[in-house]
């Protein structure tokens, strides 16, 4: 007798499930989406004892920081990267 009460109660736990499920794929508008992160790790390098230097970018700039076990401070921003090749034109003509 127990096992057929036992059947009877797992069947409508997967009748609530289905339901739930079916409601979740009818209302995505429900569904938590996550923001785009804002803040974002380009680039980090251990200098040894608890000692990071770091490129971190915000809102598409840029910034170089350093870190401590006790500390964060920021060491500059950081502008876009120079173009190779009008560098090397403007060396070529000034070496004429």
Not at 2 to 13: D, F, I, M, Q, Y
Not at 26 to 43: I, Y
Request: hydrophobic content about 40%; some cysteine; charged content about 25%.
């Amino acid at each position: 007798m127990e096992s057929a009460t036992n059947t009877k109660g797992s069947a409508s736990w997967w009748r609530v499930i289905a339901e739930w499920f079916r409601l979740w794929r009818t209302f995505p508008v429900l569904r938590v989406r996550k923001m785009p992160r804002q803040l974002r790790l380009c680039e980090s390098l251990s200098l040894g004892e608890k000692r990071v230097v770091a490129v971190v970018q915000y809102e598409g700039q840029k910034f170089l920081v350093g870190g401590s076990a006790h500390s964060v401070r920021l060491l500059g921003r950081l502008g876009p990267a120079p173009d190779f090749s009008e560098l090397l034109t403007e060396w070529c003509e000034r070496q004429r």
